[in-house]
């Protein structure tokens, strides 16, 4: 398995990976089966490693408190056993559960009552700063996204009564009025 050259023989070794068998000058040596390889077929994925989850770790998290269970010591072991056992120990308690936190990306803020909104459009709970639309990356309706806003102007103001409009009865005064339009 040498490598090198005439003039340095252990400089570098061959890589073990059966279709290339190419001298790398600077190998690299798998941590799972310990077979050196070039830096194409370095990882585990690209040579096939028989051992690649030898390093591996897997965590549970239990849905009754949010604890997380690692289970990378446990060969065999179902993962529904391991929550059982999980539960039976004591260590699980429900009032350790994690609170809801808002789904915008980097927000860590926690829902609670007084501060969650659920958006018109896409009807997800977020906290109030990601309110509107634009804050949170909305999923609308594709016959909403599709009206202009001039056009939903319009379709507002054809819906509405004309008992939204005041008092119909009333002259005209000199003062100028307001439209408003009622929101959907």
Excluded: W, Y
Aim: hydrophobic share 25%; aromatic share 4%.
């Amino acid at each position: 398995m040498g490598g090198g050259t005439e003039a340095f023989p252990d400089l570098g070794s061959h890589c073990q990976h059966s279709d290339c068998r190419q001298l790398d000058f600077l190998p690299f040596t798998c941590d799972a089966c310990q077979k050196i390889f070039c830096v194409e077929h370095r990882s585990c994925k690209s040579h096939e490693c028989p051992k690649s989850d030898i390093n591996s770790r897997k965590v549970l998290v239990c849905e009754i408190c949010s604890m997380s269970i690692e289970t990378t010591g446990c060969q065999g072991e179902d993962d529904k056993v391991l929550l059982q056992k999980h539960e039976k120990s004591g260590d699980c308690d429900p009032k350790k559960k994690k609170k809801p936190t808002c789904p915008v990306k980097r927000c860590k803020e926690i829902l609670t009552f007084s501060n969650t909104s659920t958006c018109k459009s896409c009807r997800i709970q977020v906290c109030l700063k990601h309110r509107f639309p634009a804050d949170h990356a909305c999923k609308r309706n594709s016959s909403l996204s599709q009206l202009s806003a001039n056009n939903k102007f319009l379709i507002a103001l054809t819906a509405r009564s004309g008992n939204d409009c005041g008092n119909k009865s009333r002259a005209s005064t000199s003062r100028p009025t307001t439209l408003s339009v009622k929101a959907c």
